[in-house]
């Protein structure tokens, strides 16, 4: 039993134990989910399978977000294996480290398409064939950032292709309500993660927050997981549109 018991739930972006969305994997498993996830290629696949051998009942697909006949495949996997999705877990971002330093008006105009792509039009291209599969309703999410709305030294094209996918939040929000899916984001604090590694300067940004937060302490993934595992719940019901903010406060007084 639990929260969650019953529910098929995706989970897209565990890359090692350190990713935000395999901490989302233990809270969700912990409440009664049955969890597919998904690899973006072979580098990290062996990574992915050993970590998703540790919780019960869980299955290992591939998908490059980049490439619609992936995100195809998995869905008619999803629709053979289980019929009826009720969640998504969209945990992917990625920008070229020579785009996360120096001005943001030096970024190249393909090294900003990819960016959008994969950080953003991910979100659409996945919920665009997920949703036909939530025919009992369900609840998709997303991580952002502050860098969407607000100067971010550094974080440069990352922070417009965030802002992209918080305002695609509200669009799918808007189009897939009629359907009882809901779609929102969780906007962490920093956390020291393999992207997080591509940020120049990491370290002073989570000192700032330990000074600076009202809460004085960095985020942790299990943080974020629990409140995923909310927004993945019934709890949740009346939210949709969103960006919850799990920062420990720092957006407050940033
Ligand atoms: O401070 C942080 N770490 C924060 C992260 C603060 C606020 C938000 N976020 C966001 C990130 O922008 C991202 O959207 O959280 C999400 C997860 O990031 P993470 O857990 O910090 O990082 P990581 O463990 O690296 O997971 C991101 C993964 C990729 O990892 P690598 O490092 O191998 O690129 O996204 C996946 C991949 O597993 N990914 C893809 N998956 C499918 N297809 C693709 C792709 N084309 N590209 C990247």
Sequence with gaps: SGLLSGKNILVMGVANDRSIAWAIAQSLASQGAKLVFTYESERVQERVSKLAST?????VLPCNVTVDEDIDGL???LKAEFGVLHGVVHSIAFARTEELEGMFVDT???GFALAQDISAYSLVAVAKRMYPLMTEGGSIMTMTYMGAQRVMRNYNVMGIA???????????AS????????VNGISAGPIRTLAAKGIKDFNSILKQVEEKAPLRKTTETAEVG???MFLMSHLSRGITGEVIYVDGGYNIVG
């Design 175 to 182: 189009d897939l309500g009629q359907y009882g899916i809901r």
């Design 162 to 172: 965030k802002a992209s996918l918080e305002a695609s939040v509200r669009y799918l």
């Design 226 to 228: 629990d409140t995923a």
């Design 75 to 77: 869905a008619e996997k």
């Design 108 to 110: 190249s105009r393909d």
């Design 55 to 59: 919780i019960e009942d869980s299955v």
